[in-house]
């Protein structure tokens, strides 16, 4: 599945988990993904930080949507949310 990508990003192909962009966007929030870094979560009209505590709380309270979100982000990505934000409650493989 191919997606859009924010100028300058590479397009890589990743798999459905059942995470949705467009309704990562209506809380304020994305995925960009980038060939050579993995893929990220930034904030959209908010602090990359604001968005990582809005998805990590969502997914430490149980949300499937936003722990598949997690599931998209690059190992070092989910580490470094799990430092500043607490465990999430799915595992850092």
Known sequence: MKTSFPEGAQ???RHERGFDLA???HEGWTIEYNYGTGARL???G????????????AAAHGSRYHCAALAELAHEER????V???PTG???L
Do not use: N
């Not at 580490?79 to 799990?82: G, K, N, R, S, Y």
């Open 23 to 25: 309704q990562a966007g």
């Open 42 to 44: 930034r904030g959209i």
């Open 46 to 57: 908010q602090s990359d930080l604001g968005a990582w505590w809005h998805v990590a709380r």
């Open 79 to 82: 580490l470094a949310i799990e």
């Open 11 to 13: 397009p890589v192909e």
């Open 90 to 92: 799915i595992p850092l």
């Open 84 to 86: 500043q934000c607490g």
